[in-house]
């Protein structure tokens, strides 16, 4: 529609000055954000049934029952942990892939609209006949498709926006109670 609109000379606009505000939305990857969220919650929920299986250790005796007993307890504080920062990541994650997924729908449907072949209420094609006939005035068509323009760039201004903050608030949820660097680390979150 640009292309056609530019030849029309309705607007000196490029299509890369078009597209640069959808570059992030286009380069987001919501289907593997998506799965990651199901595979998280997945192994949270596994975890958490493992958790209920512990052996009792409160008969064993001796140095050797002693010395497995603590190992037991560390080993149990560090799952329990473990266990809750996965469900809090799980869940973060989740949250942002659904989130994510209304605004990245909204963007869409967006665009449909203002990507629509009619300019003027007439089909595009047909616009230089209007024009030439003075069915439709040159300077409406621009405003009509300059403010359809602006409503894309602020489209995608704002899924753009959505996009970093959704993934800040996931980062922050797996980072929140992060003892080291080490553990960012290990979750890719440097």
Do not use: K, Y
Not at 47 to 69: F, Q, V
Not at 94 to 107: D, K, P, T, Y
Not at 129 to 151: Q, V
């Amino acid at each position: 529609m640009i292309a056609a609109c530019r030849d029309l000379g309705l607007t000196g606009v490029v299509d890369d000055e078009v597209r640069r505000p959808h570059a992030p939305v286009d380069e987001f990857r919501l289907a593997a954000l998506a799965a990651d969220a199901t595979r998280l919650r997945g192994l949270a929920e596994r975890l958490a049934m493992s958790g209920t299986r512990a052996a009792p250790a409160s008969d064993w005796s001796g140095r050797s029952g002693r010395a497995a007993l603590g190992a037991l307890t560390v080993v149990t504080g560090d799952v329990a942990q473990l266990r809750r920062r996965l469900s809090t990541g799980a869940a973060a994650t989740s949250h942002a892939a659904e989130i994510l997924e209304a605004v990245l729908g909204r963007h869409a449907a967006v665009l449909r609209t203002v990507s629509r072949p009619r300019l003027g209420g007439v089909d595009l094609d047909a616009v230089p006949a209007a024009l030439n006939s003075g069915a439709l005035d040159a300077g409406d068509l621009r405003a009509e498709l300059h403010a359809r323009l602006d409503f894309a760039e602020t489209a995608g201004a704002v899924a753009a926006d959505a996009i970093a903050v959704a993934l800040a608030e996931v980062a922050s949820a797996w980072s929140a109670d992060a003892e080291t660097d080490g553990d960012l680390a290990l979750a890719d979150l440097r």
